[in-house]
């Protein structure tokens, strides 16, 4: 699969393959000894440890080993797709970047050397310590894994200023007019070609005095990017010595009176599920097939949506869903955290630096509609505003072309709804039900979903789109229960059903991501009692992707609704 940008002036070469391992459970992360490790073991990358058999939920350090080629004299750059949990990367034993953030990818520039072969050596940890790594903690509800689950890959650098970043923003779809913004290494004067293919588009001496240049232009091809005709095209920016080609869609994204538009064309319904990277066999580390299996999957329910919870996905996710015409909410990591993180600066930092390296990554994915950050944060207390308000503003800076939302757990008592483009309610209505003494609570649904719509008029937010973001009940894979009772596939069924009818037929509401795809690991120990084999088990498929009974319920509402 061609994974965009593509880099025509730079040799690239894939680092994926066997890699020299070694696992230390007490190894010192912070002041490494490298010499004493003897790698004797081999892992594979993209793979995290602790789903192979050998290191099975083991939480330590990794220290993974390759040898890179590069030619005497060359500078080259290695993009590491993803790690886990937090990691150092060597070059030769020399440290060149300390990543907290998992989920993003880690870029190195390696300076010219002698020497052809170069020693690099990642080192993982799923250690949770929040002094080293404030992005991740025990509590979360999916699992911390350690090790290198995403694509690496090498490129040797042009000689001189290199191409740093393209992106490419539609400024009106109609007319086919793209702002490109074009990022360079250095300041300097040079010849910038912005061609479609070998035909020259746009030819222009820039300076790059600020360190990046932005061209206006109208692309040859005006056909629109949609989710029933998802029309990508190809853009190059040749500045002589390099040449980098991105993947975009023409499309606008905007919001009127309670709905979301994609050029101009009102999103009937949001129709979709919220999705862990996670598989029982590969951890988050899932190859292309099952990638390409679960836009099958997706694609067959009638889904349009996606919620990539909770965090960013794997790009060749993204592609697909580019590929596919998935409409797709990309979102930060984050989870259920509290006013004491927002007020700390540290922990603010690494989500500015967290939500840079996500947006840089994923800028021109025409699937992304909206942007998500911290999931079901404690956005009840005014303390955490200022923290609120840098995300939101960040993005908006960042990426002022996508829609805004998070996922809240407060719906009406949240204090910092008005922030969002769109409202986004994570809600469990007869899951974690408000009367423990019914026996089949399901018809707390109705009245919450309908609440809901009703409330958000009363506050002065009936403009603004509502989706529910996650809404679902768990069914453990082959438990059937004539009784229909909780945890049985039967109880999960008759609850999609319920829920999603309702929110078909609701105007006020956008849109749904149900929660959630399929069951996900998740946390272990004492704290998992509520969740049976250690899975969030509220997946409509298990964590093989075998459907369970509500895959028939849901995919036959969502077809028809999508007619
Ligand atoms: C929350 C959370 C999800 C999951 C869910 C559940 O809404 O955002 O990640 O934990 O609850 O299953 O309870």
Redesign the pocket.
């Known amino acids: 699969m061609t994974v965009y940008p593509l880099y025509e002036k730079r040799k690239v070469i894939s680092c994926n393959g066997l890699w020299d391992f070694e696992f230390k459970k007490d190894f010192d992360f912070l002041s490494p000894d490298l010499a004493s490790l003897v790698f004797p073991s081999k892992i594979v990358v993209p793979g995290v440890w602790d789903a192979f058999p050998d290191w099975r939920g083991a939480r330590g350090c990794g220290a993974f080993r390759t040898y890179l080629e590069i030619p005497v004299g060359k500078r080259a750059k290695l993009n590491i797709g993803a790690i886990g949990m937090y990691a150092k990367v060597f070059i030769d034993r020399k440290e060149y970047a300390f990543q907290d953030s998992p989920y993003v990818p880690v870029e190195i520039e390696i300076p010219a050397s002698d020497k052809a072969a170069r020693e690099l050596i990642v080192l993982c940890d799923n250690r949770f310590n929040y002094s080293i790594c404030n992005m991740f903690e025990l509590y979360f509800?999916?699992y911390a894994y350690g090790g290198i689950f995403r694509d690496v890959e090498l490129q040797i650098l042009p000689e001189g200023a290199y191409i740093d970043w393209v992106g490419v923003d539609t400024l009106d779809w109609k007319k086919a007019k793209l702002k490109v913004t074009v990022k360079s290494t250095e300041k300097g004067s040079r010849e910038v070609r912005i061609m479609d293919g070998a035909k020259t588009v746009l030819s222009e001496k820039r300076s790059f005095e600020s360190g990046s240049e932005v061209f206006e232009l109208e692309w040859p091809s005006k056909e629109a990017w949609s989710s029933e005709k998802p029309a990508l095209h190809l853009l190059t920016v040749d500045t002589g010595n390099d040449s980098v080609t991105v993947r975009f869609g023409i499309r606008q994204v905007r919001t009127e009176k309670g709905q979301i538009l994609v050029n101009d064309k009102v999103v009937k319904k949001l129709l979709g599920y919220?999705r862990h990277e996670s598989h029982a066999q590969f951890g988050p580390a899932l190859p292309l097939s099952q990638l390409l299996a679960d836009i099958q999957i997706l694609k067959d329910m009638g889904c349009n949506f996606v919620r990539g919870?909770?965090y960013p996905q794997d790009p060749r996710f993204l592609d697909l869903c580019d590929e596919n015409g998935i409409l797709f909410w990309e979102e930060s990591l984050g989870?259920?955290q509290k006013a004491t993180h927002f007020t700390d600066p540290k922990f603010v930092a690494s989500q500015v630096d967290h939500t840079k390296k996500m947006i840089r990554a994923s800028y021109n994915h025409p699937c992304i509609i909206m942007r998500g950050f911290l999931?079901?944060g404690e956005t009840i207390k005014e303390e955490g505003r200022p923290c609120y308000e840098t995300l939101v503003n960040l993005i908006r800076k960042e990426d002022p072309t996508r829609l805004v939302s998070y996922?809240t757990?407060f719906d009406l008592r949240d204090l910092f709804l008005e922030l969002c483009d769109v409202i986004s309610f994570?809600t469990?209505p007869g899951w974690?039900a408000a009367n423990c003494e019914d026996e089949h609570p399901l018809g707390e649904i109705l009245p919450r979903l309908r609440g809901f719509v009703e409330k958000l008029k009363e506050r002065g937010l009936g403009d603004r789109p509502l989706i529910i973001s996650?809404i679902?009940a768990?069914a453990l894979y082959g438990w059937r229960d004539p009784i229909c009772s909780q945890w049985s596939e039967e109880y999960q069924s008759e609850y999609l059903k319920t829920a999603c009818e309702e929110i078909i037929a609701n105007p006020g509401i956008a849109g749904v991501a149900l929660?959630?795809f399929c069951d996900g690991r998740t946390y272990r120990g004492s704290r998992s009692l509520g969740r049976p084999r250690t899975f969030?088990n509220?997946g409509t498929f298990d964590e093989y992707r075998r459907p369970k009974m509500a895959f028939h319920t849901v995919k036959k509402l969502f077809t028809e609704a999508s007619k």
């Open positions: 509800d999916f919220c919870s909770h989870w259920g999931n079901e996922a757990m994570n469990y974690y996650e679902g768990a929660w959630q969030n509220k």
